[in-house]
Protein backbone atom coordinates (compact mmCIF):
# COMPACT_ATOMS: atom_id res chain seq x y z
CA UNK A 1 0.00 0.00 0.00
CA UNK A 2 1.48 3.59 -0.69
CA UNK A 3 0.04 6.36 1.18
CA UNK A 4 -1.78 9.05 -1.59
CA UNK A 5 -3.49 11.83 0.49
CA UNK A 6 -6.02 12.84 2.57
CA UNK A 7 -9.80 13.06 2.75
CA UNK A 8 -11.07 16.45 1.63
CA UNK A 9 -13.63 18.46 3.07
CA UNK A 10 -17.66 17.99 2.48
CA UNK A 11 -17.01 13.90 2.49
CA UNK A 12 -20.28 11.74 2.71
CA UNK A 13 -20.52 8.00 3.14
CA UNK A 14 -20.89 7.01 -0.37
CA UNK A 15 -18.27 9.83 -2.19
CA UNK A 16 -15.42 11.38 -1.12
CA UNK A 17 -12.47 13.41 -2.60
CA UNK A 18 -8.88 13.13 -1.84
CA UNK A 19 -6.32 15.81 -2.16
CA UNK A 20 -3.21 14.52 -3.58
CA UNK A 21 0.28 14.93 -1.47
CA UNK A 22 3.15 16.29 -3.23
CA UNK A 23 4.16 14.68 -6.72
CA UNK A 24 1.40 11.86 -6.25
CA UNK A 25 -0.49 13.13 -9.46
CA UNK A 26 2.37 12.25 -12.00
CA UNK A 27 1.88 8.71 -11.45
CA UNK A 28 -1.71 7.89 -9.53
CA UNK A 29 -4.53 7.19 -12.00
CA UNK A 30 -8.15 7.38 -12.09
CA UNK A 31 -9.63 3.42 -11.38
CA UNK A 32 -7.07 2.60 -9.02
CA UNK A 33 -8.52 1.18 -5.69
CA UNK A 34 -7.67 2.86 -2.49
CA UNK A 35 -8.05 2.24 1.15
CA UNK A 36 -9.34 4.74 3.27
CA UNK A 37 -8.39 4.91 6.83
CA UNK A 38 -11.74 6.22 8.42
CA UNK A 39 -11.64 8.86 11.37
CA UNK A 40 -8.51 12.13 10.53
CA UNK A 41 -7.29 11.58 14.20
CA UNK A 42 -8.00 7.73 15.41
CA UNK A 43 -9.22 5.32 12.72
CA UNK A 44 -12.35 3.87 13.44
CA UNK A 45 -13.35 1.66 10.06
CA UNK A 46 -11.78 0.65 7.00
CA UNK A 47 -13.06 1.36 3.31
CA UNK A 48 -12.60 0.67 -0.10
CA UNK A 49 -12.76 2.83 -2.69
CA UNK A 50 -12.32 3.56 -6.43
CA UNK A 51 -10.88 7.35 -7.77
CA UNK A 52 -12.82 8.45 -10.05
CA UNK A 53 -12.91 12.26 -12.09
CA UNK A 54 -9.56 13.62 -11.23
CA UNK A 55 -9.44 17.31 -11.05
CA UNK A 56 -6.01 19.46 -10.74
CA UNK A 57 -6.75 23.03 -9.31
CA UNK A 58 -4.42 26.21 -9.14
CA UNK A 59 -6.14 29.50 -7.94
CA UNK A 60 -3.31 31.78 -9.42
CA UNK A 61 -4.19 30.11 -12.88
CA UNK A 62 -8.28 30.51 -12.45
CA UNK A 63 -9.13 33.06 -15.64
CA UNK A 64 -12.35 34.31 -13.94
CA UNK A 65 -11.10 37.42 -12.55
CA UNK A 66 -7.74 39.35 -13.48
CA UNK A 67 -4.85 39.46 -11.27
CA UNK A 68 -0.65 39.73 -11.72
CA UNK A 69 0.04 36.14 -11.63
CA UNK A 70 -1.86 35.82 -15.03
CA UNK A 71 -0.46 38.68 -16.10
CA UNK A 72 2.82 36.70 -15.81
CA UNK A 73 1.69 33.34 -17.35
CA UNK A 74 0.54 35.36 -20.35
CA UNK A 75 3.82 36.62 -20.82
CA UNK A 76 5.35 33.22 -21.01
CA UNK A 77 6.53 32.94 -16.92
CA UNK A 78 6.65 29.77 -15.12
CA UNK A 79 3.36 29.56 -13.32
CA UNK A 80 3.54 29.10 -9.34
CA UNK A 81 2.78 26.31 -7.68
CA UNK A 82 1.48 27.03 -4.53
CA UNK A 83 -1.82 27.01 -5.01
CA UNK A 84 -1.98 23.92 -7.01
CA UNK A 85 -4.14 20.89 -5.72
CA UNK A 86 -4.82 17.71 -7.13
CA UNK A 87 -7.50 15.53 -6.03
CA UNK A 88 -9.59 12.22 -7.09
CA UNK A 89 -13.29 11.52 -5.86
CA UNK A 90 -13.41 8.39 -4.17
CA UNK A 91 -16.27 6.61 -4.72
CA UNK A 92 -17.25 3.88 -1.92
CA UNK A 93 -17.84 0.29 -2.71
CA UNK A 94 -17.89 -0.49 0.87
CA UNK A 95 -16.58 -0.94 4.27
CA UNK A 96 -13.93 -3.76 4.73
CA UNK A 97 -13.32 -3.22 8.31
CA UNK A 98 -14.84 -6.76 9.32
CA UNK A 99 -12.18 -9.35 7.58
CA UNK A 100 -14.19 -11.30 4.84
CA UNK A 101 -16.62 -9.07 2.83
CA UNK A 102 -17.49 -5.88 2.16
CA UNK A 103 -20.42 -4.23 3.61
CA UNK A 104 -22.62 -0.91 3.29
CA UNK A 105 -20.62 1.71 4.48
CA UNK A 106 -22.95 4.18 6.96
CA UNK A 107 -20.25 6.19 8.16
CA UNK A 108 -19.22 9.18 7.26
CA UNK A 109 -15.96 9.62 5.88
CA UNK A 110 -14.26 11.72 8.12
CA UNK A 111 -12.42 14.75 6.57
CA UNK A 112 -8.36 14.59 7.26
CA UNK A 113 -8.76 10.37 7.07
CA UNK A 114 -5.54 8.41 5.36
CA UNK A 115 -6.16 7.51 2.11
CA UNK A 116 -3.63 4.49 0.41
CA UNK A 117 -3.44 2.87 -2.92
CA UNK A 118 -3.20 -0.65 -3.46
CA UNK A 119 0.21 -1.96 -5.19
CA UNK A 120 0.86 -4.89 -4.41
CA UNK A 121 -1.70 -6.74 -2.43
CA UNK A 122 -4.61 -7.76 -4.24
CA UNK A 123 -7.73 -5.83 -2.60
CA UNK A 124 -9.98 -7.96 -5.07
CA UNK A 125 -9.25 -11.59 -3.99
CA UNK A 126 -9.21 -9.97 -0.22
CA UNK A 127 -11.87 -8.11 -0.07
CA UNK A 128 -14.59 -8.53 -3.31
CA UNK A 129 -14.73 -12.29 -3.45
CA UNK A 130 -15.45 -13.21 0.00
CA UNK A 131 -18.17 -11.19 -1.14
CA UNK A 132 -20.02 -13.00 -3.73
CA UNK A 133 -22.32 -16.64 -3.20
CA UNK A 134 -20.52 -18.65 -5.53
CA UNK A 135 -17.14 -16.64 -6.08
CA UNK A 136 -15.40 -17.39 -9.48
CA UNK A 137 -13.04 -15.23 -11.08
CA UNK A 138 -13.18 -14.29 -14.92
CA UNK A 139 -10.32 -14.80 -17.34
CA UNK A 140 -10.23 -11.04 -16.84
CA UNK A 141 -8.16 -8.35 -14.58
CA UNK A 142 -8.59 -5.08 -13.09
CA UNK A 143 -7.53 -2.72 -15.78
CA UNK A 144 -3.59 -2.56 -15.86
CA UNK A 145 -3.74 -4.87 -12.57
CA UNK A 146 -3.88 -7.93 -15.24
CA UNK A 147 -3.02 -10.15 -12.01
CA UNK A 148 -5.68 -9.61 -9.67
CA UNK A 149 -8.57 -11.35 -11.00
CA UNK A 150 -11.81 -10.27 -11.92
CA UNK A 151 -14.39 -11.80 -8.82
CA UNK A 152 -17.62 -12.84 -10.42
CA UNK A 153 -20.83 -14.21 -8.57
CA UNK A 154 -21.48 -17.85 -10.09
CA UNK A 155 -24.51 -18.00 -8.47
CA UNK A 156 -26.20 -15.08 -11.06
CA UNK A 157 -24.96 -16.31 -14.22
CA UNK A 158 -29.01 -17.37 -14.88
CA UNK A 159 -29.81 -13.46 -14.39
CA UNK A 160 -28.51 -12.90 -17.72
CA UNK A 161 -26.19 -10.90 -19.28
CA UNK A 162 -25.93 -7.85 -21.94
CA UNK A 163 -22.48 -6.60 -23.53
CA UNK A 164 -22.77 -3.79 -24.81
CA UNK A 165 -20.34 -1.56 -27.04
CA UNK A 166 -19.46 0.17 -30.50
CA UNK A 167 -18.01 -2.33 -33.37
CA UNK A 168 -14.42 -3.23 -32.51
CA UNK A 169 -14.73 -2.47 -28.77
CA UNK A 170 -14.26 -6.38 -28.37
CA UNK A 171 -17.64 -7.59 -27.57
CA UNK A 172 -16.98 -10.93 -29.50
CA UNK A 173 -13.78 -11.23 -27.99
CA UNK A 174 -15.06 -10.88 -24.64
CA UNK A 175 -17.74 -13.43 -25.26
CA UNK A 176 -14.79 -16.27 -26.25
CA UNK A 177 -12.13 -14.70 -23.97
CA UNK A 178 -14.24 -14.32 -20.97
CA UNK A 179 -17.52 -15.30 -20.79
CA UNK A 180 -17.76 -18.71 -22.84
CA UNK A 181 -14.77 -19.97 -20.45
CA UNK A 182 -16.36 -19.00 -17.48
CA UNK A 183 -19.84 -20.33 -18.51
CA UNK A 184 -18.14 -23.50 -19.28
CA UNK A 185 -16.47 -23.91 -16.09
CA UNK A 186 -18.94 -23.17 -14.30
CA UNK A 187 -20.90 -26.84 -15.55
CA UNK A 188 -22.60 -24.84 -18.22
CA UNK A 189 -22.96 -25.76 -21.57
CA UNK A 190 -22.85 -22.75 -24.41
CA UNK A 191 -24.72 -22.87 -27.48
CA UNK A 192 -23.67 -19.89 -29.34
CA UNK A 193 -25.61 -18.21 -31.74
CA UNK A 194 -23.13 -17.01 -34.85
CA UNK A 195 -25.20 -14.47 -36.67
CA UNK A 196 -22.64 -14.17 -39.58
CA UNK A 197 -20.77 -17.16 -38.76
CA UNK A 198 -17.44 -14.75 -38.87
CA UNK A 199 -16.70 -14.46 -34.98
CA UNK A 200 -17.10 -17.81 -33.55
CA UNK A 201 -17.63 -20.72 -36.13
CA UNK A 202 -14.45 -20.03 -37.98
CA UNK A 203 -12.07 -20.60 -34.65
CA UNK A 204 -13.94 -23.05 -33.29
CA UNK A 205 -14.58 -25.00 -36.67
CA UNK A 206 -14.76 -28.31 -34.74
CA UNK A 207 -17.07 -27.29 -32.43
CA UNK A 208 -19.48 -25.60 -35.26
CA UNK A 209 -22.66 -26.72 -37.07
CA UNK A 210 -24.27 -24.69 -40.15
CA UNK A 211 -27.93 -23.67 -39.61
CA UNK A 212 -28.80 -25.74 -42.69
CA UNK A 213 -28.31 -28.97 -41.26
CA UNK A 214 -30.67 -27.95 -38.47
CA UNK A 215 -34.38 -29.52 -38.88
CA UNK A 216 -36.62 -25.82 -38.20
CA UNK A 217 -39.56 -28.19 -37.22
CA UNK A 218 -42.98 -27.52 -38.18
CA UNK A 219 -43.71 -24.50 -36.71
CA UNK A 220 -40.58 -22.80 -37.36
CA UNK A 221 -41.28 -23.64 -41.30
CA UNK A 222 -44.89 -22.14 -41.24
CA UNK A 223 -44.07 -19.27 -39.59
CA UNK A 224 -41.16 -18.96 -42.37
CA UNK A 225 -43.52 -19.78 -45.13
CA UNK A 226 -45.90 -17.09 -43.41
CA UNK A 227 -43.38 -14.65 -43.02
CA UNK A 228 -42.20 -14.96 -46.84
CA UNK A 229 -45.68 -14.67 -48.35
CA UNK A 230 -47.09 -11.79 -46.42
CA UNK A 231 -49.13 -14.01 -44.22
CA UNK A 232 -49.83 -16.63 -47.29
CA UNK A 233 -50.76 -13.72 -49.68
CA UNK A 234 -53.93 -13.44 -47.15
CA UNK A 235 -55.87 -16.51 -48.41
CA UNK A 236 -56.93 -18.81 -45.61
CA UNK A 237 -57.50 -21.90 -47.68
CA UNK A 238 -53.83 -21.62 -48.58
CA UNK A 239 -52.57 -21.19 -45.01
CA UNK A 240 -54.84 -24.14 -44.07
CA UNK A 241 -53.15 -26.31 -46.21
CA UNK A 242 -49.79 -25.01 -46.01
CA UNK A 243 -50.19 -25.96 -42.15
CA UNK A 244 -51.04 -29.02 -42.87
CA UNK A 245 -47.91 -30.15 -45.01
CA UNK A 246 -45.61 -28.33 -42.32
CA UNK A 247 -47.15 -30.64 -39.84
CA UNK A 248 -45.44 -33.90 -41.70
CA UNK A 249 -42.53 -31.26 -42.41
CA UNK A 250 -40.16 -34.12 -41.50
CA UNK A 251 -40.50 -36.27 -44.33
CA UNK A 252 -40.83 -33.44 -46.64
CA UNK A 253 -37.20 -32.26 -45.65
CA UNK A 254 -36.18 -36.25 -46.04
CA UNK A 255 -36.94 -35.56 -49.87
CA UNK A 256 -34.72 -32.79 -50.89
CA UNK A 257 -36.13 -29.42 -51.94
CA UNK A 258 -36.83 -30.34 -55.78
CA UNK A 259 -39.03 -33.16 -54.57
CA UNK A 260 -40.84 -31.37 -51.41
CA UNK A 261 -41.70 -28.43 -53.61
CA UNK A 262 -43.05 -31.22 -56.33
CA UNK A 263 -45.06 -32.58 -53.20
CA UNK A 264 -46.20 -29.07 -52.62
CA UNK A 265 -47.05 -28.17 -55.73
CA UNK A 266 -48.90 -31.30 -56.09
CA UNK A 267 -51.04 -30.91 -52.92
CA UNK A 268 -52.00 -27.77 -53.64
CA UNK A 269 -53.02 -28.52 -57.59
CA UNK A 270 -55.45 -31.21 -55.50
CA UNK A 271 -57.61 -28.07 -53.23
CA UNK A 272 -60.71 -28.00 -54.65
CA UNK A 273 -62.84 -25.57 -52.77
CA UNK A 274 -66.25 -26.09 -54.03
CA UNK A 275 -66.77 -22.36 -55.08
CA UNK A 276 -65.64 -20.20 -58.15
CA UNK A 277 -64.90 -17.27 -56.59
CA UNK A 278 -62.68 -19.07 -53.45
CA UNK A 279 -61.33 -21.45 -55.87
CA UNK A 280 -60.31 -18.23 -58.30
CA UNK A 281 -58.52 -16.29 -55.25
CA UNK A 282 -56.71 -19.89 -53.80
CA UNK A 283 -54.82 -20.19 -57.48
CA UNK A 284 -53.91 -16.74 -57.85
CA UNK A 285 -52.68 -16.82 -54.11
CA UNK A 286 -51.28 -20.61 -55.11
CA UNK A 287 -49.56 -19.29 -57.95
CA UNK A 288 -47.94 -16.25 -56.21
CA UNK A 289 -46.66 -18.54 -53.44
CA UNK A 290 -44.92 -21.47 -55.66
CA UNK A 291 -43.44 -18.40 -57.15
CA UNK A 292 -41.96 -17.15 -54.31
CA UNK A 293 -41.12 -20.64 -52.29
CA UNK A 294 -39.21 -21.94 -55.50
CA UNK A 295 -37.10 -25.23 -54.52
CA UNK A 296 -34.09 -22.88 -53.74
CA UNK A 297 -36.02 -20.92 -51.14
CA UNK A 298 -37.19 -24.30 -49.13
CA UNK A 299 -33.06 -25.65 -49.47
CA UNK A 300 -32.69 -23.68 -45.65
CA UNK A 301 -35.67 -25.74 -44.52
CA UNK A 302 -34.11 -28.85 -45.49
CA UNK A 303 -31.85 -29.72 -42.62
CA UNK A 304 -32.33 -33.14 -40.42
CA UNK A 305 -31.16 -32.84 -37.09
CA UNK A 306 -33.86 -32.34 -35.06
CA UNK A 307 -33.82 -29.15 -32.36
CA UNK A 308 -33.57 -31.78 -29.68
CA UNK A 309 -30.85 -33.98 -31.11
CA UNK A 310 -28.74 -30.88 -31.20
CA UNK A 311 -29.66 -30.00 -27.52
CA UNK A 312 -28.87 -33.33 -26.33
CA UNK A 313 -25.56 -32.70 -28.49
CA UNK A 314 -24.90 -30.00 -26.35
CA UNK A 315 -25.39 -31.60 -23.24
CA UNK A 316 -22.66 -34.11 -24.35
CA UNK A 317 -20.16 -31.84 -26.15
CA UNK A 318 -20.80 -28.71 -23.79
CA UNK A 319 -20.20 -26.17 -26.67
CA UNK A 320 -21.49 -25.80 -29.82
CA UNK A 321 -21.65 -23.31 -32.69
CA UNK A 322 -24.39 -22.55 -35.18
CA UNK A 323 -23.06 -21.23 -37.82
CA UNK A 324 -25.74 -19.03 -39.16
CA UNK A 325 -24.03 -17.17 -42.51
CA UNK A 326 -25.63 -17.36 -45.69
CA UNK A 327 -28.88 -17.61 -44.48
CA UNK A 328 -31.43 -14.84 -44.83
CA UNK A 329 -32.58 -12.92 -41.69
CA UNK A 330 -36.17 -14.77 -41.76
CA UNK A 331 -34.98 -18.39 -41.75
CA UNK A 332 -32.49 -17.78 -38.57
CA UNK A 333 -35.31 -15.89 -36.53
CA UNK A 334 -37.53 -19.30 -37.69
CA UNK A 335 -34.51 -21.40 -36.26
CA UNK A 336 -34.39 -19.16 -33.23
CA UNK A 337 -37.97 -19.30 -32.71
CA UNK A 338 -37.81 -23.21 -32.36
CA UNK A 339 -34.60 -23.47 -30.76
CA UNK A 340 -36.74 -21.05 -28.03
CA UNK A 341 -39.49 -23.05 -28.30
CA UNK A 342 -37.53 -26.62 -27.39
CA UNK A 343 -35.95 -24.70 -24.38
CA UNK A 344 -39.13 -23.47 -22.94
CA UNK A 345 -40.85 -26.77 -23.31
CA UNK A 346 -38.00 -28.06 -21.60
CA UNK A 347 -37.61 -25.81 -18.96
CA UNK A 348 -41.64 -26.42 -18.28
CA UNK A 349 -41.18 -30.00 -17.45
CA UNK A 350 -39.19 -28.62 -14.69
CA UNK A 351 -36.02 -29.61 -16.08
CA UNK A 352 -32.61 -27.67 -15.10
CA UNK A 353 -30.98 -26.64 -18.04
CA UNK A 354 -27.27 -25.61 -16.74
CA UNK A 355 -26.77 -24.03 -20.54
CA UNK A 356 -25.68 -20.73 -21.76
CA UNK A 357 -26.83 -19.16 -25.12
CA UNK A 358 -24.77 -16.70 -26.62
CA UNK A 359 -26.95 -14.15 -28.87
CA UNK A 360 -24.18 -11.90 -30.37
CA UNK A 361 -25.70 -9.26 -32.71
CA UNK A 362 -29.27 -9.05 -30.30
CA UNK A 363 -30.63 -6.04 -31.88
CA UNK A 364 -31.42 -8.45 -35.12
CA UNK A 365 -33.78 -10.63 -32.98
CA UNK A 366 -34.93 -7.83 -30.92
CA UNK A 367 -34.29 -4.49 -31.86
CA UNK A 368 -35.57 -1.29 -30.25
CA UNK A 369 -39.03 -1.96 -32.82
CA UNK A 370 -39.50 -5.28 -33.40
CA UNK A 371 -40.80 -6.35 -36.82
CA UNK A 372 -42.50 -9.49 -38.50
CA UNK A 373 -40.37 -12.67 -36.73
CA UNK A 374 -39.03 -10.04 -34.58
CA UNK A 375 -42.01 -9.56 -32.66
CA UNK A 376 -42.28 -13.06 -31.72
CA UNK A 377 -38.49 -13.38 -31.12
CA UNK A 378 -38.46 -10.76 -28.26
CA UNK A 379 -41.99 -12.23 -26.80
CA UNK A 380 -39.44 -15.52 -27.04
CA UNK A 381 -36.49 -14.00 -25.43
CA UNK A 382 -38.92 -12.36 -22.16
CA UNK A 383 -40.31 -15.70 -21.68
CA UNK A 384 -37.07 -17.96 -22.04
CA UNK A 385 -35.39 -14.71 -20.23
CA UNK A 386 -38.24 -15.14 -16.95
CA UNK A 387 -38.50 -18.95 -16.71
CA UNK A 388 -34.45 -19.32 -17.39
CA UNK A 389 -33.85 -17.65 -13.71
CA UNK A 390 -35.36 -21.03 -12.14
CA UNK A 391 -34.11 -23.45 -14.33
CA UNK A 392 -30.21 -22.55 -15.01
CA UNK A 393 -30.47 -20.95 -18.57
CA UNK A 394 -28.09 -18.21 -18.99
CA UNK A 395 -28.94 -15.87 -22.28
CA UNK A 396 -25.75 -13.85 -22.93
CA UNK A 397 -26.65 -11.11 -24.91
CA UNK A 398 -24.54 -8.81 -27.53
CA UNK A 399 -24.94 -5.20 -28.76
CA UNK A 400 -23.60 -2.49 -29.83
CA UNK A 401 -25.59 -0.08 -28.51
CA UNK A 402 -28.16 -0.38 -25.71
CA UNK A 403 -30.55 1.66 -25.79
CA UNK A 404 -32.73 3.49 -28.66
CA UNK A 405 -32.61 2.91 -32.64
CA UNK A 406 -29.30 0.49 -31.95
CA UNK A 407 -30.05 -0.68 -28.89
CA UNK A 408 -31.82 -3.74 -27.54
CA UNK A 409 -35.84 -3.97 -27.05
CA UNK A 410 -36.11 -2.67 -23.38
CA UNK A 411 -38.31 -5.43 -22.65
CA UNK A 412 -35.43 -7.92 -22.81
CA UNK A 413 -32.61 -5.40 -21.64
CA UNK A 414 -34.69 -5.36 -18.32
CA UNK A 415 -33.51 -8.79 -17.90
CA UNK A 416 -30.34 -8.71 -18.43
CA UNK A 417 -28.84 -8.52 -14.58
CA UNK A 418 -25.22 -8.03 -15.66
CA UNK A 419 -23.56 -5.92 -18.17
CA UNK A 420 -20.18 -5.35 -19.47
CA UNK A 421 -20.15 -1.85 -21.27
CA UNK A 422 -17.10 -1.38 -23.66
CA UNK A 423 -16.46 1.88 -25.76
CA UNK A 424 -19.94 3.32 -26.71
CA UNK A 425 -21.62 4.80 -29.48
CA UNK A 426 -21.64 9.02 -28.38
CA UNK A 427 -25.38 8.64 -29.14
CA UNK A 428 -25.68 5.76 -26.79
CA UNK A 429 -23.92 7.81 -24.37
CA UNK A 430 -26.29 10.42 -23.61
CA UNK A 431 -29.43 8.93 -25.53
CA UNK A 432 -32.37 8.05 -23.04
CA UNK A 433 -31.71 4.69 -20.98
CA UNK A 434 -28.73 4.99 -22.32
CA UNK A 435 -24.69 4.16 -20.51
CA UNK A 436 -24.71 7.88 -18.85
CA UNK A 437 -28.14 7.09 -16.93
CA UNK A 438 -26.48 4.16 -15.91
CA UNK A 439 -22.84 4.95 -15.04
CA UNK A 440 -22.85 8.31 -14.31
CA UNK A 441 -24.05 7.94 -10.49
CA UNK A 442 -20.97 5.84 -10.10
CA UNK A 443 -18.89 8.67 -11.22
CA UNK A 444 -18.19 7.44 -14.61
CA UNK A 445 -18.50 9.95 -16.93
CA UNK A 446 -19.23 9.96 -20.74
CA UNK A 447 -15.99 11.08 -21.86
CA UNK A 448 -14.79 7.33 -19.93
CA UNK A 449 -16.92 5.71 -21.76
CA UNK A 450 -16.04 6.97 -25.30
CA UNK A 451 -12.14 6.15 -24.91
CA UNK A 452 -12.17 2.98 -23.67
CA UNK A 453 -9.94 0.35 -25.90
CA UNK A 454 -10.93 -2.97 -27.33
CA UNK A 455 -10.88 -4.98 -24.77
CA UNK A 456 -11.48 -2.97 -21.68
CA UNK A 457 -15.16 -3.20 -20.58
CA UNK A 458 -16.94 -1.90 -17.18
CA UNK A 459 -18.39 -4.80 -15.26
CA UNK A 460 -21.86 -3.84 -13.65
CA UNK A 461 -24.54 -5.21 -12.15
CA UNK A 462 -25.44 -9.00 -9.93
CA UNK A 463 -22.82 -10.90 -11.42
CA UNK A 464 -19.96 -8.59 -9.80
CA UNK A 465 -19.97 -8.59 -6.08
CA UNK A 466 -19.25 -4.79 -5.43
CA UNK A 467 -22.25 -2.65 -6.50
CA UNK A 468 -19.65 -0.71 -8.04
CA UNK A 469 -18.98 -1.07 -11.26
CA UNK A 470 -14.91 -2.00 -12.18
CA UNK A 471 -12.78 -1.51 -15.33
CA UNK A 472 -11.52 -5.17 -16.35
CA UNK A 473 -9.09 -5.53 -19.24
CA UNK A 474 -8.81 -9.27 -20.69
CA UNK A 475 -5.64 -10.34 -22.28
CA UNK A 476 -6.99 -12.18 -25.70
CA UNK A 477 -5.89 -16.08 -24.98
CA UNK A 478 -6.22 -19.32 -26.28
CA UNK A 479 -8.12 -20.86 -23.18
CA UNK A 480 -11.40 -21.64 -24.98
CA UNK A 481 -9.43 -23.12 -28.04
CA UNK A 482 -8.25 -25.00 -25.61
CA UNK A 483 -11.10 -25.79 -23.52
CA UNK A 484 -13.09 -26.75 -26.96
CA UNK A 485 -10.25 -29.31 -27.36
CA UNK A 486 -10.60 -31.15 -23.98
CA UNK A 487 -14.00 -30.96 -23.83
CA UNK A 488 -13.81 -32.60 -27.22
CA UNK A 489 -11.91 -35.46 -25.96
CA UNK A 490 -14.45 -35.91 -23.23
CA UNK A 491 -12.79 -34.40 -20.49
CA UNK A 492 -14.24 -34.10 -17.10
CA UNK A 493 -14.98 -30.87 -15.20
CA UNK A 494 -12.26 -31.35 -13.04
CA UNK A 495 -10.01 -31.61 -15.78
CA UNK A 496 -11.73 -28.32 -17.63
CA UNK A 497 -11.57 -26.50 -14.31
CA UNK A 498 -9.13 -23.68 -14.11
CA UNK A 499 -8.59 -20.31 -12.08
CA UNK A 500 -9.18 -17.46 -13.55
CA UNK A 501 -5.55 -15.73 -14.28
N1 LIG B 1 -8.68 -7.67 -25.26
C1 LIG B 1 -8.26 -7.16 -26.41
N2 LIG B 1 -7.03 -6.65 -26.52
C2 LIG B 1 -6.60 -6.13 -27.68
N3 LIG B 1 -7.32 -6.08 -28.79
C3 LIG B 1 -8.55 -6.57 -28.77
C4 LIG B 1 -9.10 -7.13 -27.57
N4 LIG B 1 -10.35 -7.54 -27.83
C5 LIG B 1 -10.58 -7.24 -29.12
N5 LIG B 1 -9.52 -6.66 -29.69
C6 LIG B 1 -9.41 -6.18 -31.07
O1 LIG B 1 -10.62 -5.60 -31.47
C7 LIG B 1 -11.10 -6.21 -32.65
C8 LIG B 1 -12.61 -6.27 -32.63
O2 LIG B 1 -13.05 -7.15 -31.63
P1 LIG B 1 -14.48 -7.83 -31.72
O3 LIG B 1 -14.65 -8.54 -33.01
O4 LIG B 1 -14.66 -8.62 -30.49
O5 LIG B 1 -15.41 -6.53 -31.72
P2 LIG B 1 -16.98 -6.45 -31.60
O6 LIG B 1 -17.28 -5.49 -30.51
O7 LIG B 1 -17.57 -7.80 -31.50
O8 LIG B 1 -17.37 -5.74 -32.97
P3 LIG B 1 -18.68 -5.95 -33.89
O9 LIG B 1 -19.77 -5.19 -33.22
O10 LIG B 1 -18.27 -5.33 -35.18
O11 LIG B 1 -18.95 -7.41 -33.98
C9 LIG B 1 -10.43 -7.57 -32.66
O12 LIG B 1 -10.28 -8.05 -33.96
C10 LIG B 1 -9.11 -7.31 -32.03
O13 LIG B 1 -8.19 -6.86 -32.98
MG1 LIG C 1 -18.79 -8.93 -32.73
Known sequence: ???????????????????????????????????????????????????????????????????????????????????????????????????????????????????????????????????????????????????????????????????????????????????????????????????????????????????????????AVFSYMSERT????SNRNLEAVMEELCDDWENLAKMGSEKAFDQIQKSLNAVNTNRQDYQMAFNVAKRRFLRRLTPQALEPLMGKKPIQELLNDLSKSRLIVIDMSGFRSDVKLSFFLALADALYSKMSEGEDMSTSIIIDEAPQYSPFKPEGLQVQATDSLRDLAALGRKHKLNLTLLSQGIAGDIGVNAAIRRNLNTSFYGRLHPLDVVGQGGAKEWLEPYGITPEYMLNLQAGQFYFAGLMNPSFMPLLLYFEPNDELAQLAEQLREGGKEKEVHRAGR
Open 230 to 233: SGFF
Open 1 to 219: MKEIGKIADGATESIASVILYQGVESWVSSEELVLVENGARTPYSKVLGVLRKGLGRNDFLNTSYYKPELAYVKHGGEPSGAREVFSFSVLVIGDVSQPGAVSINRRIISPGSKVSVFDTEDPLAKYLAPTAKLPRNLMAGLDRHGNWAIPADASYIPYHVGVYGTTGSGKSWLAKNVLIPFYLQNGYSVLVLDWSGADYAQELRKNSIPLSEISMGPN
